[in-house]
């Protein structure tokens, strides 16, 4: 039994095996709408490139309506999509949660609202699948994505907007 957690405690310090990328679809574009609202592209502001940093898959920013919408592609399975609220809350934002909000569609949203030198925001976010499928959190999908067949893709919506 020593000996099982010698060498578990010391794993993380062994060199990483080159483990093969999964292949996944080939991104094929940025989606033109959100909920029925056209997407504008937005010019890529300083904390993308750090959002992006080391990101497996593709990140854009646009506007739709009077949002913010933060879109995510990847083509499998990964750790890196991390929940909005992390990356609020890692740039210094006070987060409350909030309940569950619906897409145009009717499928469940996540949210929660941060707040940070008087500036007041509601967050939510969904993922959804090339099938259609959605997830109203990370975790939810991830577990869901592991199971997917070979080929699938899965957005990220993470919509902004300032409270009123």
């Not at 095996?17 to 010019?43: K, Y």
């Not at 919408?69 to 929940?83: E, G």
Request: glycine share 10%; hydrophobic share 45%; with cysteine.
């Amino acid at each position: 039994m020593v000996a099982a957690l010698a060498i578990a405690a010391t794993a993380p310090l062994l060199p990483k095996a080159s483990v093969p990328q999964a292949q996944g679809a080939t991104f094929g574009g940025w989606p033109r709408t959100f909920d029925g609202e056209p997407l504008r592209p937005l010019a890529a502001g300083p904390q993308d490139a750090w959002f992006a940093r080391d990101f497996p898959g593709k990140v854009a920013r646009f506007a739709a309506g009077g949002k913010q919408v933060v879109i995510r592609w990847v083509n499998a399975p990964t750790r890196r999509l991390h929940p909005a609220a992390h990356c609020f809350e890692g740039a210094g934002y006070q987060l409350s949660p909030l309940p569950m909000g619906r897409s145009a569609n009717g499928a469940l949203m996540s949210c929660f609202s941060a707040r940070k030198d008087g500036e007041a925001l509601r967050i939510c976010e969904q993922l959804r699948g090339t099938d259609e499928a959605t997830w109203p959190d990370v975790s939810s999908w991830y577990w869901s994505a592991l199971a997917a067949p070979a080929g699938s893709s899965f957005w990220s919506y993470v919509v902004v907007e300032h409270e009123r």
